[in-house]
């Protein structure tokens, strides 16, 4: 059993059917942060809509028509994974880590997230951070802990 920080594509791929995934779930002890979780619920939420960001941001009562997706969304973090928060540190930390390795912010902020709490995968589909080495954390796409 592994410690995991499951990147949004991961949830998200689970979400939309990918069963084989849920065996990460069940195996190992998998994390999310303030960003995987804004990702994942995001994206259910113009899965669900069908409308584009600007539609959304423009039209509040998009977000009761995905009323029944948000609470499930929830639920299935608060039954599958652990929360870990973002501190001052972590944020100072995935500053550097936007430098150095020319990553976009939320990427940066997963990757000192799993640093500072000794987290040893982090589990992703991104070929951003998949293309990283000589980081502190192994990152992997979730078919290697399978």
């Not at 009761?64 to 501190?87: G, P, Q, S, W």
Request: avoid cysteine; aromatic fraction near 10%; charge should be negative.
């Amino acid at each position: 059993m592994g410690r995991i920080l499951a990147d949004s594509n991961v949830i998200l791929k689970y979400l939309e059917g990918n069963r084989d995934i849920g065996r990460l779930f069940a195996e190992h002890e998998v994390y999310y942060n303030d960003i995987i979780f804004s990702e994942v619920l995001y994206s259910a939420i113009r899965h669900v809509t069908g409308k584009r960001p600007y539609d959304i941001k423009k039209n509040p009562e998009t977000i009761a028509e995905a009323r029944d997706i948000i609470l499930a969304v929830r639920r299935f973090f608060k039954r599958h994974l652990t929360y870990v928060i973002i501190t001052q540190e972590i944020v100072e930390r995935a500053t550097g880590y936007s430098v150095s390795f020319h990553l976009l912010p939320n990427d940066a902020l997963i990757l000192a997230t799993a640093e500072e709490y000794e987290i040893e995968y982090i589990a992703t589909y991104d070929t951003d951070m998949l293309r990283l080495r000589n980081v502190p954390v192994q990152i992997v796409k979730p078919d290697d802990l399978l």
